[in-house]
């Protein structure tokens, strides 16, 4: 299925009368606070957001999986799929692949109806936490760290294997995330497992063509439930620095410990130019994988408050690889995903209107109540017919989700691909 602008622009004229009025009284009110206007709409156009290629199906979690009916089963249904949000919210012009779930057969044809759908390949994703049909070597217990020469061999081969693959297809990135660690004390030797993971990246980064980026990803738990390898950006960033120039931590909404200050951690690995790229999902006890915004909007406004710092400040510091990093158990997955990439949207736009020059000078007075109330104003600052406007003037829906619904997608999905089909990955 392929959603053409026509049936976009049709579908918009229901609600064009009132996003215009909207629009306008917003636009008037942030132009009298001197906010510009325009530049804030170009900004928001000029952010995309990748789609993993194992979100646009139902996920499931350790207790089972409901299957969501006309999932794509082929590499081509996903970008077909992925086409669809682009479609809809011009935010979403990018696919982040998962090897080998996602191993093309005919890269011409891949890149073919990609570039139909205006969609780029961002980092590509390997997998050394499950084995593989005929692996000689397992990684039960770890891969990059493991104890045996053979296990870190096959591992790292894969690594360059997936380099191998993106690189046909115009990845600039690969993001390496390990459930490298142990279940128990005593299992594993730490510094052992730290160095052993190093020398394999090491041997990655070397594979590395010559723009491309290593993001390396952290999580403090999970598979494994008292260490893992990559436990924190520290972590991450002495194994980045390791490596090498190219070498960056990513930063996962997802996998932290309980409250830590994640605007905190961009803000200085912006400072050190060492933040690579940043996955986002939201949850309220762990890695719970849920749609953005969800939960905490709040925490994730001051993290774009801290990024739009970094992206404007930081020059040291290169363009992000951002990703969408959820599962969907209960949702449509493509309606989640769709509320992900409003609410990341949304997020952005409160923290372009946070006035940084006066922001800076209420700092320099310690006017704390002023600090915050600058924060809060740009927080509670209805920016929605912004982010319609933006869409709207790229051929995207006014209301993504109600076209999504008015234009029968996953009922058409479910007539051409039929209803029990089950997308590749977890
Ligand atoms: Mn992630």
């Not at 050190?272 to 953005?292: A, P, Q, W």
């Not at 992206?311 to 969907?328: G, K, R, T, V």
């Amino acid at each position: 299925m392929k959603l053409t602008e026509q049936h976009i622009e049709d579908d918009n004229k229901k609600s064009l009368a009132s996003q215009n009025n909207s629009y306008n009284f917003l636009a008037d009110s942030l132009t009298s606070k001197g906010h510009n206007v325009d530049a804030i709409l170009s900004k928001l156009s000029e952010f995309q957001v990748a789609v993993p290629s194992w979100a646009l199906g139902a996920g499931g979690t350790r207790f089972g999986r409901f299957s969501f009916y006309g999932e794509p089963s082929t590499l081509q249904e996903k970008i077909e799929d992925v086409g669809i949000l682009h479609a809809l919210t011009q935010t979403a012009g990018a696919v982040s692949l998962h090897i080998p779930w996602d191993i093309p057969t005919d890269y011409k044809a891949i890149k073919e109806q990609a570039d139909a759908l205006h969609i780029k390949f961002d980092s590509v994703n390997s997998n050394t936490f499950q084995d593989q049909k005929n692996a000689k070597e397992s990684y039960k217990f770890g891969s990059l760290s493991n104890t045996s020469k053979a296990v870190r061999d096959q591992a790292i081969q894969h690594n360059l294997d997936v380099i191998n693959i993106g690189d046909k297809l115009g990845s600039k990135s690969l993001t390496v995330w390990l459930a490298d660690g142990s279940s128990f004390p005593g299992q594993n030797n730490f510094q052992t497992a730290f160095q052993n993971t190093q020398n394999s990246l090491i041997d990655i980064y070397a594979g590395l063509p010559e723009d491309w980026k290593l993001l390396i990803e952290y999580k403090p738990y999970e598979p494994n439930f008292y260490s893992t390898v990559i436990q924190d950006w520290g972590a991450s960033l002495m194994l980045a620095n390791g490596c090498g120039d190219k070498a960056f931590t990513l930063v996962d909404l997802g996998h932290h410990l309980p409250n830590s200050n994640i605007e905190q951690i961009v803000s200085i690995l912006m400072l050190k130019g060492k933040l690579g790229g940043f996955h986002f999902n939201d949850s309220k006890y762990g890695d719970d994988d849920l749609t953005v915004g969800s939960i905490k909007p709040y925490a994730l406004f001051l993290i774009f408050n801290e990024l739009v710092y970094g992206m404007e400040s930081n020059p040291q510091n290169p363009d992000l690889a951002w990703m969408i990093d959820a599962s969907h158990n209960i949702k449509d997955p493509l309606e989640d995903l769709l509320q992900s990439l409003e609410a990341i949207q949304e997020a952005y736009a409160k923290a372009l209107l946070v006035d940084q020059k006066e922001l800076r000078t209420a700092q320099l007075e310690n006017d704390v109540t002023k600090c915050q109330e600058i924060l809060q104003n740009a927080f509670r600052t209805d920016v929605r017919p912004l982010l319609a406007a933006a869409r709207l003037k790229n051929g995207g829906a006014i209301n993504p989700i109600q076209s999504y619904r008015n234009l029968a997608v996953r009922e058409t999905l479910i007539k051409e691909r039929g209803k029990h089909t089950i997308a590749t990955g977890l």
